[in-house]
């Protein structure tokens, strides 16, 4: 994909020493670093602002829910994580967290509420999109693999509407691109009469490996439909499958919403070095396909910092209920 912006060098200098004030870890105290970037606002760059401004407006608009955003600030040393844990090691290597602060301070001034997993890495907002070695092979974003069309955590009750992906080290040589297609787009290639039974509870979703190990009473969800809302979606391909009792008519849908996924128009983007990739998790479906990869040694240690958020604060305070421990956004799993 084309990026919508792209930062000039002068710009990025700017906010990259605007970040650098902030000194408090998201991992260990996320509301004070939270409040510390929102206290930043009056100094970002103007057109950065404009820019998130009009993403809100065409994902509210439902004109464009997917958004490229080039030459973000990062950290200043990314430092090299152990396979085997990386998740431990960030915690350990990380001491300046300046690609967190711009991931805040994109949430913020596109006013969509960050959600985190108190089952997930302890509840933190920023988390990793990077091969953990036990799960090679495997059909998790934990994993080096190819992922087919899914939204982040279809099994589970409270799922983000945007996904933003941070590209902290992407190798150069190779091609893994990150596919998207609109929920907009299926509904346009399905017939009234499937659609009907899409929108009933007829489909039940196996969870995946890694929110099994986390997490070891989850199996599968309960029933639920594949369509809700204007053209939301809850599907993980080939794990969300037809209830055995569901009547004939549920099947024939079921067939009908995977031709129409292959219908519809898919928008690529090689992430990049300091990309910004944002994109509606409920309202589309998002896959990674690995289309050359020279070197895979390189390519197992590619990093994305990644955060989940609601699509607005009102959506965010409808699922207080779920906080954990009343820490806001933090959901108990
Ligand atoms: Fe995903």
Known sequence: MIPRFIFTPDEKAQLL??????????????????QEIRNLHHLVPPRFVKECQDISHERASHQQKIHV?????????IPDLDPEDPVTDKHLKKNRFISEAFLELFAQLTVTPLLSYETRNKGDFFTDVIAIKKYSGQLTGFS??????????????????????LGMRC?????????????????????PAHIEYLR???FFTVFDVFSRDMNKQLSTSGKHPILSNAHSIRYLDTMTCVAPEAPLEARDAFIAFKNAMT???????????????????QDGLHNREKIDVLNPESASSRWLLKTYAFKDTDTAESFRPFWSENRAGCVID
Do not use: M
């Not at 982040?152 to 992906?165: E, G, Q």
């Not at 190798?171 to 017939?191: F, H, M, Q, V």
């Open 200 to 202: 009933q509870p007829h």
């Open 171 to 191: 190798p150069d040589d190779d091609l893994i691109y990150t596919g998207y297609i609109d929920g907009a787009d299926i509904i346009k290639n399905l017939e």
């Open 69 to 77: 955003i080039r030459n973000c600030p990062l950290d200043p040393v």
């Open 144 to 165: 080096d693999s190819e992922l087919v069309f899914h939204n982040d955590r279809t099994a589970h009750k409270v799922r983000a509407d945007y996904i933003t992906l």
């Open 17 to 34: 020493s605007l970040l650098e004030q902030s000194r408090l870890s998201p991992y260990k105290n996320y509301p004070e670093f939270s």
């Open 263 to 281: 219908r519809s128009q898919c928008k690529r983007h090689r992430i990049l070095t300091g990309d910004l990739l944002t994109f509606a998790n």
